[in-house]
């Protein structure tokens, strides 16, 4: 079955080491995307990428860094300059329209870290 | 002002009963919009995508869009318990620009 795969389901770390989360996709979709989510504050976009060895910042990437080396992966670096890294985090892809072709999901990773 | 407004709820209603979620957006470039549900602790799942003015139907669910008013909403018929949980709009304002309300957390009672 196609599908995005995030692992850990659960992550726990000590404040000052950075973490990174692995997300693996088999749908051949182009584009990649992290999310961070906290209650209260829905979705917020960290980092995407449209092709392989390409990705652009979203709208709270500081703190953070991605590579895309393959097309079906997209890995998260959270370095220990985020300052409250604490979250959910979803990884998620979209097929060729990235227009209008919307978002599949990965069962996310909880990271805790104090 | 945020780009996607949801209220938070909980919108409580019985089993049987039509669930209405409401969303609106700020940006008039928006092109297309997308529901989402989250039961809690788990990843969003798309039901319903929207792109042109009007209705759309897929099972007990109805998105409608009128883009006039900038507003999407989500109707639940028959709601189930099952359908308690979070249910997340999202907007398309751009290229790659997938934005997210809060979300509007639902409650069937049986």
């Known amino acids: 079955d196609g599908g995005i795969t995030q692992s850990p389901k659960y992550l726990f770390r000590k404040e000052g080491q950075n973490v990174t989360l692995s997300c693996e996709q088999n749908l051949n979709h182009d584009a990649m995307y992290w999310y961070r989510q906290d209650p209260g504050q829905g979705l917020r976009l960290i980092y995407y990428?449209?092709?392989?060895?390409?990705?652009q910042k979203g709208d709270i990437a500081e703190g953070y860094s991605v590579s895309r080396e393959k097309k079906e992966s997209f890995p998260l670096t959270v370095t220990s300059a985020q300052k409250n890294p604490t979250a959910f985090y979803l990884c998620?892809?979209?097929?060729?329209?990235?227009?209008?072709?919307?978002?599949?999901f990965g069962n996310g990773t909880r990271l805790t870290v104090t | 002002q945020k780009e996607v407004e949801q209220n938070s709820g909980p919108l409580s209603v019985p089993e049987g009963a039509i669930a209405s979620l409401n969303c609106t957006y700020s940006d008039r470039g928006s092109q297309s919009f997308f529901w989402y549900r989250q039961y809690s602790g788990k990843s969003p799942e798309l039901i319903m995508s929207i792109y042109s003015n009007g209705d759309k139907e897929d099972g007990r669910f109805t998105a409608q869009l009128n883009k006039a008013s900038q507003y999407v909403s989500l109707l639940i018929r028959d709601s189930q318990p099952s359908d308690s949980a979070t249910y997340l709009c999202?907007?398309?304002?751009?290229?790659?620009?997938?934005?997210f309300g809060t979300g509007t957390r639902l409650l069937v009672s049986p």
């Open positions: 998620a892809s979209s097929g060729r329209d990235r227009q209008n072709s919307p978002l599949h």
């Open positions: 999202a907007v398309n304002r751009g290229f790659q620009k997938l934005v």
């Open positions: 990428s449209q092709i392989v060895n390409d990705f």
